[in-house]
């Protein structure tokens, strides 16, 4: 089957690359007006001048897809909230000015996951001054006590003084880039805040995010009277209300190396179930007169109240969104292609949010659809097992194994991890997962009108505590788990034209696919191959780690040097992601040194003794840890280095005042804390 001779196909890839364009390339917003009237304008006349002559031209269909190219870029502008004149970042004063205080008014959005030092928000700006602002920023309170249950609640309003901070950026190579991820949920500032300096003020105005929350919450609230455990009472929250907020770290991370961390997450599996559930359901509504029309609309008032009671969260969104559209393909009995339907629901949703095309939910949830539909019947064809039990489990395998190939290179890309027992996982967890959900369903309800009876309350906290101990046991088992696998976006792109390839080699057995299976173990070995001259060359790191110092020498081996223990400086991050990000396989860990030859560049470290009086030694870079009391103007004068580095061992005071001293020496000076790891390149 060509995909691509399907006009909505067409049209949604289109739009795909004009969003793809519009967010790498600056586009003004009215020339983006311009090229979207310009094109419509003309693929009006190519279609007119077709009708015409009474045949098909290719001049309607290629100006059709550049108009919708152009459609995405537009798209991507009028989405920007930077364009309006009323956001917040054309009022406040500049972040980068410490003193810089605004009083403002904003309105909490949504409750995020806190961590150990901050309850953290998105929230909108009202006002700032006497003008009314809009536009979304990342709140940050700081903590007064242990307690995981956030302070703030959906819709309420508060008033401060204070002053918008940039976000920091990636400040070490192969760590996640915070900033990009809020960038792209349109959050550019963040601010830090005391409880103390908040201000409630009274609000009357109560959205559907709030009323949803409060619903939650109440829920939440009644089903904790109960004798539910901390963990069961979580997943609960989770597979039926959306709420993840309770699941513990330990828990999310044991979930998460079995390979079963969907489950969790309100998606298209859950939205699914829930679906056939409905379907199954109202049957009985066929029978009387406009009953299938009845049961649509009933079908599709559930859908979306159930999402708007989680929250309407993206990855809910989209799984309602493709089943909605399924949903009513099936109830008019109309033929439909599932790749169409697919298409309507991804177009619908690039067009009103196209940057989540850059969300890795989105992106895993429809690479796995388009698996299971397209490599799930080849698999099925090899077994046709007769005992229903069988057949159940043989179904699970294949879906699983589809997904799986679907998923996998966007899995190894961004979580750099693949469990092996995932098959295992889910042929467990899965056949009593629709049950699962359905019990909790039916709790939440006798829950919230207190009729809940204790041994339900038991033997639902049974169930979930042995599928938690299940789960435990799956990632406990280290030898099936393969972590820090480095994958680039090369090797992305190439693994799914692999798998395309191998698709249409195996359906249609033609030689050109096979051809290209070829072609992309040659492309797959020759990006192999620049990353590994990429890594060979020689370089020196200083990373950023707040109150410690480790340094990288990459030559004919990688030396990490640290003033941390060998087991400590192991288990870090900072050198995890490294790992992965280099593609090291093997490492060594040695001790801080005073001096670092480089090819030929030279390196003195001065730390908390202040010793760098070294006699016929001119050194290119110099590097500052542990806070040493020196003259730096002295120091400059002494060795007249090309730089001066300060790591995150420094107490904040000093650094400002080595910034301000080496501004004045016109000396370049990096810190680590802002400006991220610096990185020494060299020639052996």
């Known amino acids: 089957m060509r995909l691509l001779n399907f006009t909505i196909i067409k049209l949604t890839v289109a739009i795909l690359v004009g969003i793809l364009l519009g967010y790498y390339v600056s586009i003004p917003l009215p020339l983006s007006y311009v090229m979207v009237g310009i094109t419509l304008l003309i693929a009006y006349l190519s279609y007119r001048r077709a009708q015409q002559r009474f045949k098909q031209e290719i001049w309607f269909g290629l100006t059709s897809v550049i108009s919708m190219i152009c459609i995405g870029v537009l798209t991507v502008n009028l989405h920007n909230p930077k364009q309006s004149t009323t956001h917040y970042s054309h ?9 810089a205080l605004n009083t403002i008014s904003f309105r909490v959005d949504e409750v995020l996951r806190s961590n150990s030092y901050y309850e953290t928000y998105y929230v909108t700006i009202n006002t700032i001054g006497a003008h009314k602002t809009t536009g979304k920023v990342l709140l940050k309170l700081k903590k007064t006590s242990t307690s995981m249950s956030p302070s703030l609640h959906v819709d309420a309003t508060y ?24 960038e792209r949920q349109y959050v550019y500032h963040q601010l830090i805040l005391d409880k103390s300096a908040l201000f409630s003020v009274s609000n009357n105005i109560t959205s559907i995010y709030g009323l949803a929350y409060q619903l939650r919450q109440y829920l939440i609230s009644k089903l904790q009277t109960f004798s539910f455990s901390k963990d069961s009472l979580a997943i609960i929250s989770a597979l039926c209300l959306g709420e993840r907020q309770n699941i513990s770290k330990t828990l999310q991370n044991t979930y998460t190396d079995a390979g079963v961390i969907h489950i969790l997450a309100l998606s298209g599996l859950h939205i699914g179930i ?4 409905l379907n199954r359901l109202l049957r009985p509504l066929e029978r009387i007169k406009h009953g299938r029309r009845l049961k649509i609309s009933l079908i599709l008032l559930i859908l979306w109240g159930f999402g708007m009671v989680t929250g309407l969260s993206a990855s809910v969104v989209r799984s309602i969104t493709m089943f909605s559209i399924l949903a009513i393909a099936m109830q008019l009995k109309r033929p439909t292609n599932t790749y169409n339907t697919l298409a309507i629901s991804i177009f619908i949703l690039l067009l009103c949010k196209p940057l989540l095309v850059f969300d890795v939910g989105f992106q895993l949830s429809y690479c796995a659809v388009i698996a299971i539909i397209s490599i799930t019947p080849l698999l099925a064809r090899l077994w046709h097992p007769r005992h ?8 699970i395998f294949t879906v699983s194994c589809a997904a799986q190939i679907g998923i996998l290179p966007i899995s190894l890309y961004y979580f750099h991890q693949f469990s092996g027992l995932f098959l295992l996982s889910n042929l467990v967890i899965l056949p009593c997962l629709g049950g699962i959900i359905g019990a909790g369903f039916i709790i939440i309800v006798l829950g919230s009108i207190d009729m809940l009876p204790h041994s339900l309350v038991t033997l639902f906290d049974t169930v979930i505590l042995a599928m938690n101990a299940f789960v435990h046991w799956v990632a406990q088992q280290d030898i099936f788990l393969f972590k820090a696998i480095s994958f680039q976006l090369s090797a992305l792109f190439i693994s799914y034209v692999l798998i395309v ?16 299976i070829l072609y992309g173990c040659i492309a797959m070995s020759f990006a192999f191959c620049v990353t590994a001259y990429t890594r060979s060359k020689h370089k020196f790191i200083v990373f950023h780690k707040p109150k410690h110092s480790i340094l990288a020498h990459i030559a004919h081996s990688t030396v990490f ?23 090291l396989k093997t490492y060594k860990q040695d001790t801080l040194h005073s001096i670092y030859s480089l090819g030929e560049k030279q390196l003195l470290i001065v730390d908390h003794l ?12 110099i590097l500052l840890r542990e806070s040493p009391k020196l003259n730096l103007e002295r120091l400059i004068s002494h060795h007249r280095p090309l730089y001066i580095i300060a790591d995150g061992s420094n107490y904040t005071s000093f650094i400002k005042r080595w910034k301000l001293v080496c501004s004045k020496r016109d000396i370049p000076f990096h810190y680590t804390g802002t400006d991220g790891a610096f990185e020494i390149n060299y020639q052996n």
């Not at 829930?274 to 559930?277: A, I, K, S």
């Not at 003033?563 to 992965?580: G, S």
Request: net charge positive.
């Open 91 to 99: 009022r406040f004063k500049k972040p980068e000015i410490p003193s």
């Open 159 to 182: 008033i401060a003084r204070t002053a918008f901070q940039s976000i920091r950026p990636v400040l070490n190579p192969g760590a996640f880039d915070y900033k990009t991820y809020l």
């Open 274 to 277: 829930l679906l056939l559930f």
């Open 388 to 395: 229903w039990l069988v057949q159940l489990y043989w179904r």
């Open 501 to 516: 390839s191998c698709y249409k080699f195996w359906t249609t057995a033609l030689y050109k696919y096979f051809k290209f």
């Open 561 to 583: 040097y640290s003033d941390l223990k060998p087991d400590t400086l192991k288990a870090q991050a900072t050198v995890t992601n490294f790992k992965v990000k280099a593609h």
């Open 610 to 621: 202040g010793l760098y009086n070294v006699q016929s030694f001119k050194p290119d870079y």
